[in-house]
């Protein structure tokens, strides 16, 4: 038996057949990144992944958040995460108790506005680089 040729589609075909918009097909082929052949069609598995989704990619990407976040709870388990709120109070705590340090002490003026000025600065700097991370 003879091999029957491919079907191949073009955006206006796939959506005639699927009852959906060309441009609604044309977003979901570029947004799963899948390009036409050298005569400007899909193939049947392309426009249907466009369609119906990649359950398979699906799959993948849930089994790597479920496996993500079973390491994440076990690094919890063993001690190895804390928490944010936990360190930006504690590191709070620190630069308060500084601050009344440096106040009450017998520090020129001068010396006294620098040293806050500095552990001012500490607490905003150090919250800005945990939150580009």
Do not use: C
Not at 106 to 127: C, D, P, R, V
């Amino acid at each position: 038996m003879a091999a029957q040729p491919r079907i191949r589609w073009t955006p206006t075909q796939a959506g005639q057949e699927f009852d959906i918009d060309r441009k609604t097909i044309q977003k979901r082929l570029a947004a799963a990144d899948i390009h036409p052949g050298t005569d400007d069609k899909y193939s049947t598995k392309q426009i249907a992944s466009a369609v119906f989704g990649d359950i398979q990619g699906e799959r993948l990407r849930k089994t790597r958040e479920e496996a993500d976040n079973l390491a994440l709870r076990n690094a919890e388990m063993r001690g190895e995460l804390v928490s944010v709120t936990l360190v930006k109070q504690m590191v709070s705590e620190i630069i308060l108790a500084n601050k009344q340090t440096v106040l009450a002490s017998q520090l020129e003026q001068e010396t006294k506005n620098e040293i806050l000025a500095n552990l001012e600065a500490l607490g905003g700097i150090a919250w800005d680089k945990a939150n580009k991370k």
